[in-house]
């Protein structure tokens, strides 16, 4: 269906890319990853011609849309795009949003358009916000208007660029179960994301972009599983870190548990993964601070998070208490059975300053 030839990009200061070479077929769902300032974003600028590339080709169903003169409302026609912005007429209703383009651009009648976005409202289950306005929805369903507009243009390929990246946490899944369901009606995606879970879920195939080329592709079991190039293994490798210290005096286990699910969102964080924070602090936080008798108690937690989705990692660090944390007083059997049924390969050690708890994240 496209086809991308030599493909480059020069910016004054900087070039993204300057090879680019695939050939992406009806019904793909593709993932497109890398690190920052790779051009993931610019290569769907390109392929949509809406940032032309440099030098090189992008053929559409057989055709060069790259060449002076190309009529791009045919290539517009075929290839939609949804932008981590979502990009909604704030003055127009939610169905207006999705009517004036299939108007405008499809020339249908407004009975046409009406009936269609009803029906896609439908599918991405905003019936109900017809004639809400933007401003009056979560960031969410802001999106999902933005993936029906799309659909309703009737396109051939839809590009997302970052289409959870501007969203609550909370608001992510419902973005991605719509577009998981777009995945099996067989329409062809091609998705930038820094979510590695999902990236993972949507995809039957990733390219890994590096170097200003696609530096690695295969199947998502291929590129994150078993990754053969350097860089790429590189790339999932990497650890990031996230440390938070409670303290008597500052013992907001809810903002500490927030926070921890935040900064995991990125690396592919289950929901299991995400969940079990709300268990870390009903099951071990609360009852070691709760049954210490300490003035100078203190833990420090640190998530290590790798962009392997398999590759999490908790370290506790608690100072100032008498006894094992994972003992009673601290913690009955049923408290260590809850917590024991979400982690794997626990550690704990006495260490001068107290306890130390390390322990891997169950998927």
């Known amino acids: 269906m496209i086809e991308l030839k030599k493909l480059k990009k020069e910016f004054e200061d900087v070039t993204p890319f300057f090879d680019i070479n695939t050939t992406i077929n009806k019904g793909d769902a593709i993932s497109i ?74 020339k249908k009648s407004r009975q046409e358009a009406y009936d269609c976005a009803i029906e896609l409202l439908k599918t991405v289950n905003l019936s109900s916000k017809a004639l809400s306005y933007p401003s009056e929805l979560s960031g969410g369903q802001k999106q999902r208007v933005a993936i029906a507009r799309t659909l309703a243009m009737d396109p051939e390929v839809i590009l997302f660029d970052e289409p959870t990246s501007a969203l609550d946490p909370a608001m992510v899944g419902e973005v991605e179960d719509v577009m998981k369901r777009l995945k099996k009606t067989g329409i062809t995606m091609i998705v930038v994301t820094h979510e590695m879970r999902f990236a993972r879920e949507i995809a039957n195939r990733v390219f890994f972009l590096s170097e200003g080329i696609i530096y690695e592709e295969g199947t998502p079991e291929q590129i994150f599983d078993n990754p053969q190039k350097p860089l790429t293994k590189e790339f999932f490798s990497r650890k990031r870190t996230c440390e938070i210290k409670v303290t008597r005096e500052n013992d907001d286990f809810y903002s500490m548990a927030t926070a921890f699910r935040e900064f995991m969102l990125p690396y592919g964080a289950t929901k299991r993964q995400q969940e079990f924070f709300s268990v870390l602090c009903d099951e071990f936080m609360y009852p070691v601070f709760n049954h210490s008798r300490s003035e100078t108690l203190s833990a420090h937690l640190k998530l290590i998070c790798s962009e392997s989705i398999t590759l999490h990692k908790m370290v506790i660090s608690i100072e100032g208490i008498e006894g094992n944390p994972m003992l009673e007083p601290y913690l009955d059997d049923l408290n260590r059975k809850i917590i024991n049924a979400q982690i794997k390969g626990l550690e704990c050690a006495e260490t001068k300053d107290g306890w130390q708890l390390s322990f891997g994240l169950e998927a």
Request: glycine share 10%; with cysteine.
């Open 33 to 106: 990853i890398g690190p920052s300032g790779t051009g993931k974003t610019t290569l769907l600028r390109c392929i949509n011609m809406m940032d032309p590339p440099t030098s090189g080709q992008v053929i559409v169903d057989g055709e060069d849309v790259t060449v002076p003169g190309y009529d791009l409302t045919n290539l517009r026609k075929k290839i939609g795009m949804v932008f981590q912005s979502f990009n909604l007429f704030e003055h127009y209703t939610v169905i207006e949003n999705l009517m004036e383009p299939q108007i405008l651009l499809l």
